[in-house]
């Protein structure tokens, strides 16, 4: 299975220690005073020069004002769980702004919002960006509202300045997101009959919630796009970690969505009195687990790199004082960006457990639940992303993201991108997430300059 566990798309901080620092603000002058010239006349910037072109940032900050008010929570959140009426409504209400940005809307039959524009040639493959609208329970505003809203706001821009780029360009905002990237899966043919019959937080399966959003789940066969079928995929993003803040940081350039690999780990020892069993006549799976989650935090931290790994989850059986632990259950879980590490570092793990289920008289069992694999953008995307911030004044770090998105499922069709703005004290998924307006609009103009650079990049063949 390909998915994010549900709870855990978009959720997780990013785990970003320490990485280059790329740049600081110091010249855009000269950029921008060039551009200028070429301002005065739209059409000569079609072939992707940006100039001192700009998305409206106190529009885009309406927009999202607006658009927390569908599924608004006494918190100051929003709970708009995907396939609710709050999400429904927020649905319609994006459908609108995309309309006025131009853009020809329809819905696909996985529900996803497409808002189509044509390009000058249109053989070219298509350059997609979006995000999500739906929340989690309990969410905040920002996740994912951003990105869409800013994807809107990018191609209301270019509307506005007459720019026709070369690419034909679809404005994509995905449907449930948060309950296990369910409208990227669909993109790329990997939605199963088994998660159309999950029920989600809104009460309904995914094949009925589909259904209530607009789309037919009879025709899931249309919405599946090829590998190579697309330019390019970029997706705006707050950070869900507190990175970018803490290093006073303008913008994040996403080196990849990590891999996410969970195991069950079942340790069986032998339950026994604990008064009348010796210490040194014990089978203690519990004493056994304790001495394998020490080794799990030793070997990841082992070598360098920014892997992480946790055992998160445990149960004792049968979970009494007077008794010796029998039986432990404990999760165990992996990530980075290389799959090969984490698989490296699983099997040291398994090694170590061998040696203490041979000191300690118990067996091991692993049992994988769950392999994402790693994601990693484009190096191209990432330059130009880089640049792009870089000629508007902002600073830069690259980054991975500890989180899961669309743009993973979107990295098997093509070449990925993801921008990242700082979140505010690391919060998401929370209605304290918070991003600054300022920080907002930045992101939103590194992707309207990133979306024209790749227009003018050849990024594949087609
Ligand atoms: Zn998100």
């Given at each position: 299975m390909t998915t994010t566990p549900p709870e855990r798309a978009c959720q997780?901080?990013?785990?970003?220690?320490?990485e280059a620092t790329m740049n600081r603000r110091q010249f855009n002058c000269g950029l921008a005073a060039a551009g200028l010239l070429m301002l005065?006349?739209?059409?000569?910037?079609?072939?992707?020069?940006?100039?001192?072109l700009r998305v409206n940032g106190a529009r885009l900050n309406q927009h999202l004002a607006e658009l927390s008010?569908?599924?608004?929570n006494p918190q100051g959140?929003?709970?708009?769980?995907?396939?609710?009426e709050a999400d429904r409504q927020g649905r319609e209400y994006v459908m609108g702004l995309m309309r006025a940005a131009k853009l020809d809307v329809s819905i696909d039959a996985a529900g996803n919002l497409v808002g189509r524009r044509v390009g000058s040639d249109n053989n070219l493959k298509p350059i997609l960006f979006g995000s999500h609208i739906d929340s989690v329970p309990?969410?905040?505003?920002?996740?994912g509202d951003v990105g869409s809203l800013g994807a809107i706001e990018v191609a209301q821009t270019l509307a506005e300045s007459s720019i026709v780029t070369r690419h034909p360009l679809e404005v994509i905002i995905f449907q449930?997101?948060?309950?296990?990237?369910i409208g990227s899966e669909a993109v790329i043919g990997a939605l199963t009959e088994k998660e159309l019959d999950l029920v989600n937080k809104s009460g309904k399966t995914v094949r009925e919630g589909i259904k209530f959003i607009g789309g037919d789940t009879t025709k899931l066969a249309t919405v599946k796009r090829e590998k190579g079928s697309i330019a390019a995929y970029l997706e705006l993003h707050i950070?869900?970690?507190g990175t970018l803040e803490a290093e006073h940081i303008d913008i994040g350039v996403v080196e990849g969505i990590v891999g996410i690999n969970w195991w069950d780990v079942t340790i069986e020892g032998f339950a026994n009195h604990a008064g009348t069993t010796a210490m040194n006549n014990r089978q203690d799976a519990l004493l056994a687990a304790a001495k394998f989650i020490e080794a799990v935090n030793r070997l990841v931290t082992s070598?360098?790199?920014?892997q992480v790994g946790t055992v998160g989850r445990i149960q004792a059986l049968p979970?009494?004082?007077?008794v010796i632990p029998g039986k432990v259950v404990c999760s165990l879980e992996l990530r980075d960006l290389d799959a090969g590490k984490i698989q490296m570092l699983y099997q040291k793990i398994r090694a170590e457990a061998d040696e203490i289920a041979k000191s300690s008289r118990v067996t091991f069992d692993f049992k994988e639940l769950n392999a994402n694999i790693p994601a990693p953008t484009d190096p191209r995307i990432r330059a130009i992303i880089a640049q792009s911030a870089k000629e508007l004044g902002l600073t830069t770090k690259q980054m991975p993201s500890g989180a899961g998105h669309d743009a993973q499922d979107m990295a098997r069709l093509g070449p990925v991108g993801m921008i990242f703005i700082p979140s505010i004290g690391g919060?998401?998924?929370?209605?304290k997430e918070f991003s600054r307006p300022k920080d907002i609009e930045n992101g939103a103009n590194v992707l309207l300059r990133a979306v024209m650079r790749v227009d003018k990049a050849n990024l594949s063949s087609g």
């Open positions: 997780e901080d990013a785990q970003s220690s320490i005065r006349r739209p059409q000569a910037m079609a072939s992707g020069a940006v100039g001192d008010q569908f599924g608004k959140g929003v709970s708009r769980v995907a396939y609710t309990e969410g905040g505003n920002f996740d449930n997101e948060e309950g296990g990237l950070e869900q970690g070598i360098p790199g920014r979970g009494a004082p007077n919060i998401s998924h929370s209605p």
